[in-house]
């Protein structure tokens, strides 16, 4: 399944996302504006997750063909196998950028299970995390399969989608504060600890793909609910 519904009462990231794309458009396309300067003058248009679309999320073909690509011209399937990133919120912009989202808000997320890809997926995947991995330089032996899985993954489609097909894409972590429902972190300094922590870990100093992302935090108090 590549459309996944998404009920309209979780909590967590699940619930915060919804309500920034839903009700708060306004504070996230200005955020977005004012961090990458090929967005100032864009319109952007949000795909995932509309309540009109059920909270739906987006994964493999069906993500590329939210964000206005085709999916016959990119052939994502020779990069990543079926089952990847299940997208939390997806938008465009008028001509034809892209905009991926995660989302989190608690710091146990950001530590995902290592991929459970059988043997082939595996192959490919494997293949294609080092890919990214020599595409930034990077010479360590760390396996990108591993515990940080969830944000490699999502850099490895920032790099084939921008590197490899040649398309204007913007990889956007957002990071809530103050999520009580979840024990989330209640300052910024809290999420900017663990991050390091990854970062560190992952061998990620500023690097190529960098300027194509932005970590994003939100005081879930600041959301009109």
Same mark, same amino acid.
């Given at each position: 399944?590549?459309?996944?519904? !998404?009920?309209? =009462?979780?909590?967590? +990231?699940?619930?915060?996302? !919804?309500?920034?794309?839903?009700?708060?458009? =306004?504070?996230?396309?200005?955020?977005?504006? +004012?961090?990458?300067?090929?967005?100032?003058?864009? !319109?952007?248009? &949000?795909?995932?997750?509309?309540?009109?679309? %059920?909270?739906?999320?987006?994964?493999?073909?069906?993500?590329?063909?939210?964000?206005? /690509? =085709?999916? *016959? /011209?990119?052939?994502?399937?020779?990069?990543?196998?079926?089952?990847?990133?299940?997208?939390?919120?997806?938008?465009?912009?008028?001509?034809?950028?892209?905009? #991926?989202?995660?989302?989190?808000?608690?710091?146990?997320?950001?530590?995902?299970?290592?991929?459970?890809?059988?043997?082939?997926?595996?192959?490919?995947?494997?293949? +294609?995390?080092?890919?990214?991995?020599?595409?930034?330089? #990077? *010479?360590?032996?760390? %396996?990108?399969?591993?515990?940080?899985? !969830?944000?490699?993954?999502? #850099?490895? $489609?920032?790099?084939?989608?921008?590197?490899?097909?040649?398309?204007?894409?913007? /990889?956007?972590?957002?990071?809530?504060?103050?999520?009580?429902?979840? +024990?989330?972190?209640?300052?910024?300094?809290? &999420? %900017?600890?663990?991050?390091?922590?990854? $970062?560190?870990?992952?061998? /990620?100093?500023? $690097?190529? #793909?960098?300027?194509?992302?932005?970590?994003?935090?939100? %005081?879930?108090?600041?959301?009109?609910?």
């Amino acid at each position: 399944m590549t459309r996944i519904i !998404q009920k309209s =009462d979780g909590r967590g +990231s699940l619930k915060d996302i !919804q309500v920034l794309v839903n009700k708060n458009q =306004d504070l996230i396309d200005n955020l977005l504006k +004012s961090t990458f300067d090929e967005l100032a003058n864009e !319109q952007i248009i &949000w795909t995932s997750p509309i309540e009109q679309d %059920d909270f739906a999320e987006y994964r493999d073909n069906d993500f590329l063909l939210k964000v206005g /690509l =085709d999916p *016959t /011209l990119i052939q994502i399937d020779n990069f990543w196998p079926a089952k990847g990133p299940q997208w939390d919120a997806l938008a465009k912009t008028t001509s034809g950028q892209v905009i #991926l989202v995660e989302a989190k808000a608690n710091i146990p997320e950001i530590v995902s299970p290592a991929t459970g890809a059988g043997e082939n997926s595996k192959t490919i995947i494997d293949k +294609s995390l080092n890919e990214t991995k020599s595409f930034l330089n #990077l *010479t360590n032996d760390i %396996d990108w399969s591993g515990k940080f899985y !969830q944000y490699t993954n999502r #850099l490895a $489609h920032l790099y084939f989608l921008r590197e490899k097909c040649n398309k204007p894409t913007f /990889l956007v972590n957002i990071y809530f504060i103050g999520d009580e429902t979840v +024990s989330g972190p209640k300052t910024r300094q809290e &999420w %900017d600890a663990a991050l390091k922590v990854l $970062h560190t870990y992952l061998g /990620l100093s500023p $690097h190529k #793909l960098g300027k194509y992302m932005t970590d994003i935090f939100i %005081d879930i108090n600041d959301l009109k609910q």
